[in-house]
């Protein structure tokens, strides 16, 4: 696997459309490959943002999260929440790189994906190419940050090893490789998460990935997330110390 960052002017918010960025910075793409792209750029030029001291963080992120857990239950006085069934601090909501502004998360990261392929398709004249909007986060009971995919378009983000065997003839019942996490947690520790100024990147060289036109359907969108009664963590997710929010 080949991963190369691209370096972009300094992107603030309601400054510029993402097309423009990747006009500028995009000078090439190949097929076979994904292009990253940072979901902070995203919700910057879709003016996803909230000015700094004109609104309660807290505020928003009740208003962005599904669930979320009090501040004051942290040792760091931060929101954990459940956000578009994602666990993640605050909601996703960042002030780095913001430029005195609260970054929310994309509007709708699946819906950019589609409309960036489409424009990738056109622009470079490619087949098999993908799109990935990604976001960090952090894992329970360790440190540091990593990368998860918010939205796709143009690969199967799952790699589904159930029923196969593994080396000694023992069928896999549950598992599953999760390929657009997987990228963006290389992407993002290629990116940076400070003032690297490399919100884009290109993946190449990956023939563990399995393309395919368009985005992804509804059902394998709703495949990617897993039902809290059935999944390992639910004692946790149902836990009575969730508050319920006001994000859908």
Not at 3 to 27: C, F, G, R, W, Y
Not at 185 to 196: D, K, L, S, Y
Request: aromatic share 8%.
């Amino acid at each position: 696997m080949n991963l190369q960052p691209i370096k972009t002017a300094k992107i603030v918010a309601n400054q510029t459309s993402l097309i423009k960025i990747l006009d500028t910075a995009v000078e090439t793409l190949s097929e076979g490959s994904i292009l990253v792209i940072t979901s902070k750029i995203v919700s910057l030029c879709e003016g996803r943002v909230v000015k700094i001291g004109t609104k309660d963080k807290q505020e928003l992120i009740q208003s962005e999260s599904q669930f979320f857990i009090p501040p004051e239950k942290s040792s760091y006085e931060f929101s954990l929440t459940i956000t578009r069934n994602t666990l993640i601090p605050t909601a996703g909501i960042d002030e780095s790189n913001g430029d005195r502004y609260y970054v929310l998360w994309p509007s709708d990261p699946f819906a950019t994906s589609r409309t960036v392929r489409t424009y990738l398709t056109k622009r470079f004249s490619l087949t098999d190419v993908g799109v990935l909007i990604t976001d960090s986060k952090t894992t329970p009971l360790r440190w540091g940050t990593s990368g998860i995919a918010l939205g796709h378009a143009g690969f199967v983000a799952l790699n589904n090893y159930i029923g196969t065997p593994d080396l000694f003839g023992r069928y896999l019942k549950v598992t599953k490789a999760n390929v657009a996490d997987g990228l963006a947690a290389a992407a993002v520790v290629t990116m940076g998460e400070g003032n690297e100024q490399t919100p884009l990147a290109v993946i190449s060289d990956i023939p563990f990935v399995h393309f395919q036109s368009g985005s992804p359907t509804a059902e394998e969108i709703k495949d990617l997330v897993i039902d809290p009664t059935e999944d390992l963590y639910g004692p946790i997710i149902q836990s009575p110390l969730w508050v319920k929010g006001k994000g859908k």
